[in-house]
C-alpha cells in the first residue's frame, strides 16, 4: 500500500528509511526530510499564512521528529500519520501560546490571497472566506484533505475517526462549501 502523498515511496521503503533514521542515520533523517517537508509546511503555512511562522513550526516538527523517532513504533500507524500528528499538535500549541485556537479555531489565513492577478485573488479570497465559515471539524477534513493532499485513512488517522466519519464530514462541507460559494455568486466570477 502507499501513502497517496508520498506517490514515489512505498510504505516498505518509507520504513526501511525510519528504521535506519531511528539509529539515527543521517542520511536517513535527510530523505525524511525531502519527503515530509513540502507537505508539512504546506500543511502549516495553510493555517498560519506567514512565512516566517511556517519556517519556524516546519523546523519545530523536525526537530521534534528527529528527537522522538526513537518512540515511533513502526507498524502502529503509518510513518506520515505520525508526522502530521506531531505538526497537528505543534499548531495547536503555537495557537494555544498566542491564544488564537480558542478564539478562531482553525482560520485559513488572509494571506494566501494572492495579490497579483486580480481573477485569482478573487477566487482565492472567495475560497478562503467561504472554508472559514464551515465547522471546526469539517475545515480540518478540507484542509488535509485537499490543501495537505492525505487520504481518507490518513485523515481519519490524525483525527481519531474512522474513515466513513471522513467521507461523510467531507462530503457535507463540500456540499456546504457550493451553497456559500453560489450564494456569494462565485460562480459568476
Known amino acids: 500500500m502507499k501513502d497517496k502523498i508520498f506517490s514515489n515511496y512505498s510504505e516498505e ?8 533514521a531511528k539509529s539515527y542515520n543521517k542520511e536517513a533523517f535527510a530523505q525524511i526530510y525531502e519527503i ?3 507537505p508539512i509546511y504546506k500543511y502549516i ?3 498560519t499564512g506567514d512565512n516566517e511562522i511556517t519556517n519556524d513550526l516546519t523546523h519545530d516538527v523536525f526537530h521534534k521528529i528527529l528527537k522522538n523517532i526513537k518512540n515511533y513504533k513502526l507498524g502502529d500507524v503509518p510513518f506520515s500519520v505520525w ?3 506531531i505538526s497537528k499538535n505543534i499548531l495547536i500549541n503555537f495557537y494555544k501560546h498566542k491564544e488564537i485556537e480558542n478564539k478562531h479555531g482553525y482560520l485559513l489565513s488572509e494571506h ?3 495579490k497579483n492577478d486580480s481573477k485569482n485573488h478573487d477566487i482565492n479570497r472567495y475560497l478562503v472566506d467561504a472554508i472559514n465559515k464551515l465547522k471546526l471539524e469539517e475545515r480540518r477534513v478540507i484542509i488535509y484533505k485537499f490543501i495537505s493532499d492525505l487520504s481518507n485513512k490518513e485523515t481519519a488517522d490524525i483525527l481519531g475517526k474512522s474513515i466513513g466519519a471522513i467521507k461523510s464530514i467531507q462530503y457535507r462541507a463540500i456540499k456546504k462549501l457550493n451553497k456559500i460559494l453560489i450564494k456569494k455568486d462565485y460562480y459568476d466570477k
Open 13 to 20: 521503503k518509507i520504513k526501511n528509511i525510519v528504521k535506519k
Open 36 to 38: 515530509y517537508h513540502d
Open 45 to 47: 503555512f495553510y493555517r
Open 112 to 114: 494566501l490571497i494572492t
Open 83 to 85: 508526522v502530521f500528528k
